[in-house]
């Protein structure tokens, strides 16, 4: 028996640990550090690890339970970014909440759906036009947005009040591809901070805001690179596991460089209420996410309920398409809407200009 709670202890020990060096991620770069950042992805399992530890010495009347609780409640407030008890959204009325706005951002994955079909891209344009007509945002931020070829999409979104339209660049086959934004609002100010990072500036009833729609670096998984991931979540690290292990630091280390060179400015130096919508292609808990929670408010945090996974992919599945929202802006509801039409689930919030 002895034995047994030696092997029990030391395991604990490392799951506690593995536990605590997940709370270095929001606060150490990765430029610095990088196991912290690639340890975040684990706090999800290591939480449920360190739960099980306590039960089993609670069950053997040991007082070594005490270890996993003091690590839990170190860490107990990131649960809050990864799950959410909030009441379902509901319609806001006009009447009550006269500058409210509502915004969708949506990863489209160029309407090839889950499986990566380009055949299936004018079926799901249609299908994406439907979900407008049902929801009617005033807002869309889209990522990876590349017209069908038989679909009228902006006509048809036009025809739907979306008389504003900003963004996608030509791709290499001269159709337009990238970040975009539609909005029902009077656009007067727009500006790209990279490529794949749209801001605008809107009016509602003379108050000023501005949206920032973003597409973050992507880890560019693929499905050998899937393959990998799931032998290493079982244990079995392989010489080609390198490769997939080198994209998520190349990754990590881009997206520091993204938040600090050209992300940062736009939030911190704005002087009208902002709204940061988009593919994080981060989770919650990792460096940028705390940083960009540093300076905003979280919508799911606001006013999430459960754990709205938006990666509609592989492993890993995480909350990864987020709507962050500066000083003079409420969260009045927020729903992720389950969709196939992509590799990602759109997310709808309904925002309030308080000033």
Known sequence: MKVIRAILLILNVLLALGLLLTTLAGSVAPSRMLLPSVAA????????ANVLMIVIWLLMKRWTWLLSAAVIALRWATLGFFFQVH?????????????????????????QGMEDKPEQSDSNALDFIAMVRRHQPDVLCL????????????DSLTLL?????????????????????????????????????????????????????IHMDSYRFDA????????????????????????????????EEEWSQRLRPVVTESTVPLVLAGDLNDIPGSWLYRQVKDEMKDAFCE??????????????????????????INTLGYKRIKSSLSDHYPVLTNLELTI
Do not use: W
């Open 224 to 255: 050998a690179d899937r393959e990998e991931i799931e032998r290493m979540r079982h244990g079995t690290v392989q010489e080609s596991s390198r490769r997939t292990l080198a994209k998520v630091k190349e990754t990590i280390l881009s997206h």
């Open 87 to 111: 009441a379902p959204m509901k319609s806001v009325d006009p009447q009550e909440h006269p500058y409210a706005v509502s915004l969708l951002t949506y990863n489209v994955h160029q309407f």
């Open 161 to 213: 009040g979306y008389n504003h339209y900003y963004g996608a660049h030509t791709s290499r086959s001269g159709m337009p591809y990238g970040t975009v934004v539609f909005s029902r609002l009077p656009i007067t100010y727009v500006t790209r901070v990279d490529s794949e990072k749209l801001l605008v500036e809107l009016h509602k009833d003379g108050q000023r805001f501005r949206v920032c729609c």
């Open 143 to 154: 990522q990876e947005y590349a017209a069908p070829k038989t679909v009228a999409l902006t």
């Open 41 to 48: 992805f684990g706090y999800l399992p290591l939480l449920a």
């Open 303 to 328: 006013r999430g309920l459960g754990m709205s996974i938006t990666y509609n992919g592989g492993f890993p599945k995480f909350r990864i398409d987020m709507v962050f929202h500066s000083e003079g």
